[in-house]
């Protein structure tokens, strides 16, 4: 879908990308792109230079952000069916939720069953990603731990390039899974894996 969309402007170099990858799917053809913007500079590949690379990168975000923007529908859904199922049921330690989707279904579900629920960010007027609060295991066990692991709608980079959640939908600077991503915030979720292992041993 996002490759028809920006067909008619970037089709010729977005062929060129693809057919360079083993994998060519939106990842790594965002991830090929976003390198090719950070080192050609003024030097031209499959006719674009690294200015062209960059707004390319730019408008495959931003046509991302537009399909998997979608609100949860009323009514019965697996989300809500999912969630209503782990938060109905006693545990000693907080519920974890891995999920590679880029959508805010998972928070739309919780919020509207009133699950409490934690995504590694902090504050209010400019939430920040807050590594020391994911690495531990103090959360109350009635809440969930929801875990974006390839990035989300809504999370955006600030003035000082760290990860933020901005609290709209139509956020289009998603983190992707490629060296950016492990750039920004680091191993985060390794670390978190390794306190939740300690924990279930003990």
Request: include cysteine; proline fraction near 5%.
């Amino acid at each position: 879908m996002v490759m028809e969309a920006l067909k008619s402007d970037y089709g010729k170099t977005l062929d060129a990308v693809r057919a360079e990858l083993e994998t060519p799917n939106i990842e790594p053809i965002l991830s090929r792109v976003r390198s090719l913007a950070g080192v050609i500079g003024k030097t031209k590949v499959h006719d674009s230079d690294g200015e062209g690379y960059k707004k390319l990168s730019e408008a495959i975000c931003e046509q991302i952000g537009i399909i998997v923007n979608k609100p949860l529908y009323d009514g019965p859904s697996p989300y809500t069916e999912f969630v209503t199922w782990i938060s109905g049921t006693g545990r000693e330690h907080p519920v974890e939720i891995f999920t590679t989707n880029y959508d805010l279904l998972f928070e739309q579900a919780l919020e509207r069953t009133r699950v409490p629920f934690f995504d590694g960010f902090s504050g209010v007027s400019e939430p920040f990603f807050d590594p020391s609060s994911v690495a531990s295991n103090d959360l109350p066990a009635r809440w969930t731990r929801l875990w974006k692991l390839h990035g989300s709608l809504g999370w955006a980079a600030n003035a000082r390039g760290e990860v933020i959640r901005t609290g709209t939908a139509d956020a289009t600077h998603l983190v992707f899974p490629e060296h950016l991503k492990y750039d920004q915030i680091g191993s985060v979720f390794a670390v978190n894996l390794r306190g939740s292992v300690a924990a279930s041993s003990e």
